[in-house]
């Protein structure tokens, strides 16, 4: 089975400044993707970025970046430039690497964006 | 395109009382999810359907929550009777059909949840 853990429970930061949300995995599988989601007030769970495996390299989506590191089960999400629509929960999650499999998420990380 | 759509958006029931929710996936997707979301946790799966049958009900408590999707599309989710415990977010998501092979990725697109109180 898959765990993921996410032991900070919240993080402030300044607008237009830089955070790092930490997320660990646990599994036994070879090849599977990462995520990182952001929940709002509004409760709809968006996908904020997407980690294959088996690519080395760590995904971007414009102000969005990871650090993946494979061999230590590390997957960290950098918001750069932070903006005060920021302000969520943020969740990690693991997917195996087969067709419509589910998502095994992590407790998640309240983030507050200050003005 | 239209999202994922369910309802109601807000229930309040007293324990022991009955309780259903509603799911309309996106159009053309195969798979549909229910995920339950307690205060202060991740989404879990409850149960996950490819077209109108059931491909994990492992974490469903069987004995009070049941789930169906008739004709592939929409989906019900039911609770009968509920407990304290069942308090939380109710998540529903959808993919679409994974590719000949089986190794894909398709990803969930989620609704605005149902936040059931029990009291």
């Known amino acids: 089975a898959q765990t993921v853990t996410q032991s900070q429970p919240e993080m402030s930061v300044q607008e237009a400044e830089t955070v790092t949300l930490s997320c660990t995995y646990d599994?036994?599988?070879?090849?599977?993707?990462l995520f990182w989601y952001k929940q709002p007030p509004s409760r709809q769970m968006i996908l904020v970025i997407r980690?294959?495996?088996?690519?080395?390299q760590n995904a971007t989506e414009n102000r969005f970046s990871v650090n993946f590191q494979k061999a230590a089960k590390s997957f960290s999400l950098k918001i750069s430039d932070s903006q005060l629509g920021d302000t969520a929960m943020y969740f990690c999650?693991?997917?195996?690497?087969?067709?419509?499999?589910?998502?095994?998420f992590g407790k998640g990380i309240t983030l507050s964006v200050r003005p | 395109e239209a999202g994922v759509a369910q309802s109601p958006r807000y229930k309040i029931i007293e324990k022991r009382q009955s309780v259903a929710f509603w799911c309309n996936p996106i159009?053309?997707?195969?798979?549909l999810y229910w995920y339950q979301q307690i205060l202060g946790q991740g989404p879990k799966l409850l149960i996950q359907?490819?077209?109108?049958?059931?491909?994990?009900d492992s974490q469903l408590p069987k004995d009070r929550f049941s789930a169906e999707r008739l004709k592939g599309v929409d989906s019900t989710l039911k609770i009968q009777p509920a407990k304290l415990e069942d308090s939380a977010v109710y998540l529903c998501?959808?993919?679409?059909?994974?590719?000949?092979?089986?190794?894909?990725?398709?990803?969930?697109?989620f609704g605005p949840g149902t936040r059931l109180t029990v009291l």
């Open positions: 999650a693991f997917m195996k690497h087969v067709a419509n499999s589910k998502l095994t």
């Open positions: 359907f490819q077209n109108n049958g059931v491909v994990d």
């Open positions: 980690q294959e495996a088996y690519k080395q």
């Open positions: 998501a959808s993919s679409p059909q994974g590719l000949a092979g089986g190794v894909s990725y398709n990803e969930q697109f």
């Open positions: 599994t036994s599988e070879s090849n599977y993707y």
């Open positions: 159009s053309g997707h195969a798979t």
